[in-house]
């Protein structure tokens, strides 16, 4: 409580010192007696205590060199950071943090409410990834106002691409190896398409739009669309994924993801990491010309450089993820485990996102690792280029749950409860789901129907 914080410090580390005695396990717990204290104080600057009622989040008072940390949290700086290691808030931000029995065994990082310390860097198969952490504050213009409904925000998806001749399909050599460029065909109003969908879907949270269905033109036609309405703008914008604006030498682009704020602010963009390869058996299934045996159709382009971490203090931390990207191991779940995130956000271009298919069985996996909820989207265009039965009555998101939510008298949604979007509104093909709303959508995973994996 010391207001210089050097002052504190220095008597943090003499009252650890008074305690050592040579023995390992006194020393250990000296030091883990510190780091609780110091995730206790931390709570006054934490981004979910500013969000719970006064009787549900201690209020400490703040020493001034705490004050200094928190309004520089504000301008986009850690609380610390070594070359390796980040101190964040610990996640999530809307709802309590996973108690220590959690996974019925005991975790250093669990043993903590208000503090992380995560990784700068994720391994994506040998290659070494920054992750870059932004802070979205309250303001209209630039932000995300707040406080939302906090366990029951409404997800909106717009499909966008509705039919298999509003893709363009184009194949391409390189190096005697088939690669494959998907995108919205051009006859497509994709960016109006987007908007005029979340215009008729009413008041929404987060609103998505799939993969590959919005290029980095059509998604700013989108933010300036909202910038000019005058309602129904979602809190939070995740505008599909598609081609960038610049290319390189070979005329590849970064299939690139950009989020808005209800007033069309950029507020980050995430460029898929890791392209998708199609075997011949799925490149059949789509009735395309074939690849040969033991060639793999690739995803042309040019691969992202980073991750970001979007601390959304009145809607929680969300990290964006397209398609392939969340199959990543063990990164992914790292930096779910280590950043405890509220949301995953993941545009996919898929034949479907109904139960017991590859985006339900990842999160299903990752459902262990925190109290996140996931959210993937996908068009139908694949669905009726595969002619997939029951199109276009087909699951075009889904939604799944932590295995374990913190209980709360207020919300009565299951363990890894997993919910579907269907259309309701056919111009433009859209519909929306509020979370744990009691409705036939939501029901409790079940992973008895194994489907192939993910084309994209």
Partial sequence: MEDDGQVAV??????????????????????LDAMEI????????????????????????SPEWLRDLGEARTLGRPFAQSDTRIVLPRGPFTTTARSQANLNGETL????NFLTVAPRFLDVHGRS?????????????????????????????VVVAERADELDIRREEHDG?????????????????????????????????????????????????LSKAQEQKPRLSIAGSGAGRVGDVRGRFENVSLAFNASGRELWRHSKVWPYAMTPAQVAGFKWDPI???????????DGDHFTVADIDSLGRVITLICQDFQIKPAVAE????????????????????????????????????????????????????????????????LVGPRGPTPDPDRTYAARAVGIIKCHISEPMCGRLSWGDGSEAWTQTNLARPKPEPPF
């Fill in 10 to 31: 220095d008597a943090l580390i003499e009252a650890i010192a008074e305690t050592l005695d040579g023995s390992d396990d006194r020393d250990r717990g000296s030091i």
């Fill in 38 to 61: 110091l995730d206790e104080v931390f709570a006054a600057v934490h981004p979910r205590s500013a969000l719970l009622a006064p009787s549900r989040a201690p209020r400490p008072r």
């Fill in 109 to 112: 990082e669990d043993r903590f």
């Fill in 129 to 157: 990834l920054p992750v870059r952490s932004q802070v979205v504050g309250h303001e209209v213009f630039t932000g995300v106002p707040g406080p939302g409904n906090a366990g029951r925000e409404a997800i909106g998806v």
């Fill in 177 to 225: 190896r088939p690669f494959l460029d998907i995108r919205a065909s051009e006859t497509v109003p994709a960016g109006q398409r987007f908007f005029d969908g979340v215009q008729k879907l009413g008041a929404l949270d987060i609103a998505m739009a799939p993969e590959l269905t919005m290029s980095e033109v059509e998604a700013l036609r989108y933010a300036d669309a």
């Fill in 292 to 302: 040969d045996p033991g060639q793999n159709l690739a995803e042309s382009l040019v």
């Fill in 335 to 398: 930096a779910v485990r280590l950043y405890q995130p509220d949301w995953v956000l993941v545009p996919v271009l898929d034949s479907g996102t109904d139960f017991g298919r590859w985006t339900h069985q990842r999160a299903y996996d990752l459902s262990v690792e925190s109290n996140a909820r996931y959210v993937v989207a996908s068009s139908l265009a694949l669905s009726d280029q595969a002619e997939i039965q029951g199109y276009p009555d087909l699951p075009v998101a889904v």
